[in-house]
T-cell receptor, first 111, second 109 residues
């Protein structure tokens, strides 16, 4: 079983607040990803990283930012949350030997 | 044309039925193929990798057709617990994995 953790599991927050969604993995995977998924809809890649100090934007335009200062940690930050950011955010990691493993997600609601 | 296309379903089948899903991909350089399963309000989980020669895991069989650029998943003797969304995933080496929109399966008693 993959060891990838996301916190918080649920977050309800007011408009305009700065939030950081945490993601950590203990497998030493080089590659990490953030996906956004609305209920019943497809996954959209918003950010990915292939190693420390390497980050790229994904297919879906996002107002969030990410950082990769340590291999195991890939936090996602929203400087000013808006109701349109309400969604589920899924973090995942992989490496050459291991296909993608997901964390259990953060369900964000911006009021 | 989207990189990965799946029939969204839903497929409503009785218990014990055999059901097959197909997934087509557009990038002929694609190298790795997977099927993931996603339960309602949960994260996707790896169901099985898809190998060139085809592979089987219990009631599940995955096949790859490179010439026609599609992969398939066959589920035999469907169980109620097989109800989920099945996601086709394709990657071309060092590019991010591309997910299909998923096919919903409902197995009915």
């Amino acid at each position: 079983e993959a060891d990838i953790y996301q916190t918080p599991r649920y977050l309800v927050i007011g408009t305009g607040k700065k939030i950081t969604l945490e993601c950590s993995q203990t497998m030493g995977h080089d590659k990490m990803y953030w996906y956004q998924q609305d209920p019943g809809m497809e996954l959209h890649l918003i950010h990915y990283s292939y190693g420390v100090n390497s980050t790229e934007k994904g297919d879906l335009s996002s107002e969030s930012t990410v950082s990769r200062i340590r291999t195991e940690h890939f936090p996602l930050t929203l400087e000013s949350a808006r109701p349109s950011h309400t969604s589920q955010y899924l973090c995942a990691s992989s490496d050459i030997r291991s296909p993608l493993h997901f964390g259990n997600g953060t369900r964000l609601t911006v009021t | 044309r989207k990189e990965v296309e799946q029939d969204p379903g839903p497929f409503n089948v009785p218990e014990g039925a055999t059901v097959a899903f197909n997934c087509t991909y557009s990038n002929s350089a694609s190298q790795s193929f997977f099927w993931y399963r996603q339960d309602c309000r949960k994260e996707p989980k790896l169901l099985m990798s898809v190998y060139s020669s085809g592979n089987e895991d219990g009631r599940f069989t995955a096949q790859l057709n490179r010439a026609s650029q599609y992969i398939s998943l066959l589920i035999r003797d469907s169980k109620l617990s097989d109800s989920a969304t099945y996601l086709c995933v394709v990657t071309s080496g060092n590019t991010p994995l591309v997910f299909g929109k998923g096919t919903r399966l409902s197995v009915i008693a």
